[in-house]
């Protein structure tokens, strides 16, 4: 290419600015894509996902559903532990600058928010469902710091009620977080508004969608039972009625 004026240099400068960036956006959108395949895969090999369309498990909120994730499985299989562990830290690493802390949601964010906060050299706390019903009555328990910057650890996203609950006592107590990141999320709308209008920012490893995908491959499921696989997600609340 032959550059005629200092504009032409100014110009093409910024245009190549403008690709290299996207091609990182790129690149990293690429790489999370492959990491939730294989949280997906690694999930499924060990039943921490089940899926079963003809006889759906049963919710405490009443709905009927396909799925059933246990995520604590995990912590029985040290390579697919390791793997979420380390996949969690460098997630945190590389959007959340400035960590200061690792929060866990009781109960199973605990014990993946203490091997991340181990990962990463920093404090760790967790947030009960409620207070404590005797002693010093904590909601949440550890050394709590204002203004300290948290990232908050969920093993499982499904409407975010219980997630952001834990977030608003850490906030309630002068904590600053900065962010949530989840093993694992359903990715409900109802979900994705509830954050939105928490100003909560929620990155998770793997999907319902790329949780589908992996199952198909690896024959968990038929291709005739994808169908009813994606409305549970679109309608949860009347899917199976």
């Avoid at 498990?57 to 995520?71: E, Q, R, T, V």
């Avoid at 109960?107 to 967790?126: E, K, R, S």
């Avoid at 009555?137 to 834990?166: F, H």
Wanted: net charge positive; hydrophobic share 40%.
């Amino acid at each position: 290419m032959i550059i005629n004026s200092l504009q032409e240099i100014k110009i093409f400068g910024f245009r190549n600015h403008i690709f290299y960036f996207c091609a990182i956006t790129t690149k990293n959108k690429f790489k999370m894509k492959e990491i939730a395949k294989i949280v997906a895969k690694k999930l499924l090999e060990i039943n921490a996902i089940k899926l079963n369309v003809e006889t759906p498990f049963s919710w405490a909120s009443g709905w009927k559903s396909p799925i059933y994730c246990d995520n604590r499985l995990a912590l029985s299989y040290p390579e697919v532990r390791t793997y979420i562990k380390n996949q969690l830290a460098k997630t945190i690493q590389k959007n959340f600058e400035g960590v200061e802390a690792i929060a866990g949601v009781a109960t199973a964010g605990i014990p993946q928010g203490t091997l991340v906060a181990d990962a990463l050299n920093v404090p760790f706390i967790y947030v009960r469902s409620k207070p404590k019903g005797h002693g010093m009555e904590n909601l949440i328990e550890g050394k709590v710091t204002p203004g300290q910057k948290v990232v908050v650890i969920e093993d499982l996203v499904s409407t975010g009620g219980s997630s952001l609950k834990a977030i608003e006592a850490l906030v309630k107590s002068d904590i600053s977080v900065l962010g949530m990141v989840s093993i694992f999320t359903y990715g409900f709308s109802v979900a994705e508004e509830n954050f939105k209008k928490a100003n909560v920012k929620l990155i998770s490893l793997s999907s319902y969608s790329e949780m589908i995908d992996e199952a198909l491959k690896l024959n968990y499921v038929t291709q005739g039972q994808i169908s009813s696989l994606k409305k549970w997600r679109e309608d949860p609340a009347n899917w199976g009625v």
